[in-house]
Antibody
Framework: QAQLVESGGGVVQPGGSLRLSCAAS????????MHWVRQAPGKGLEWVAF????????YYADSVKGRFTVSRDNSRNTLYLQMNSLRAEDTAVYYC?????????????WGQGTMVTVSS | QSALTQPASVSGSPGQSITISCTGT?????????VSWYQQHPGKAPKLMIY???NRPSGVSNRFSGSKSGNTASLTISGLQAEDEADYYC???????????FGGGTKLTVL
């Protein structure tokens, strides 16, 4: 059964950095595009980043472009999100999600999420 | 402001049917048959309920169905059950350089 498990969340000061990880199991990780999606407390879903199955292309929401970097290690079945220059508005639960067909528009499987709090 | 427009809330009684709308533009909902719907219970991760407008993933109840007309997609839940009470989000492919365009979410209350 496909499963995603995020880790790496925590409390960080404004301007700080954090690296999230997402461990995948139960499917051929190297064959699917992967996303990061976040949800601020009491708010809706916001797409953050997408990386194609072969790392050929990466895409970012305007709100994180230039500050966040998505990467993956297909040999370790792991997705990453490096977050730099963090702001209070980045406070959210961060989910990783498997794309349905590498089209980049359908989030088939979700992790349980990891909370990131940016506060002094 | 979300790219896709959903009603903030809908409600229905057990056994009834409800429909949640998701309105976009010809650049997203209206231009492609790539609309998906997600259910999210409080404190839980979202769950894919419908993809490609009207397809149900394995394991999703056939009480959930999707459709589209022009720039508006719809999620219909028939035979409402207490467990259906949750937030529902739509998403669509878009021809912009942005992926995962979401609606603002709809809170479904089962009376």
């Amino acid at each position: 059964q496909a499963q995603l498990v995020e880790s790496g969340g925590g409390v960080v000061q404004p301007g700080g950095s954090l690296r999230l990880s997402c461990a995948a199991s139960g499917f051929t990780f190297s064959s699917y595009g992967m996303h990061w999606v976040r949800q601020a407390p009491g708010k809706g879903l916001e797409w953050v980043a997408f990386i194609r199955y072969d790392r050929s292309n990466k895409y970012y929401a305007d709100s994180v472009k230039g500050r966040f970097t998505v990467s993956r290690d297909n040999s370790r079945n792991t997705l990453y999100l490096q977050m730099n220059s963090l702001r209070a508005e980045d406070t959210a639960v961060y989910y990783c999600a498997k794309d349905l067909k590498d089209r980049g528009d359908t989030f088939e499987i979700w992790g349980q999420g990891t909370m990131v709090t940016v506060s002094s | 402001q979300s790219a896709l427009t959903q009603p903030a809330s809908v409600s229905g009684s057990p056994g009834q049917s409800i429909t949640i709308s998701c309105t976009g533009t010809s650049s997203d909902v209206g231009g492609y048959n790539y609309v998906s719907w997600y259910q999210q219970h409080p404190g839980k991760a979202p769950k894919l309920m419908i993809y490609d407008v009207s397809n149900r993933p394995s394991g999703v109840s056939n009480r959930f169905s999707g459709s589209k007309s022009g720039n508006t997609a719809s999620l219909t839940i028939s035979g409402l059950q207490a467990e259906d009470e949750a937030d529902y989000y739509c998403s669509s492919y878009t021809n912009s350089n942005t992926f995962g365009v979401f609606g603002g979410g709809t809170k479904l209350t089962v009376l």
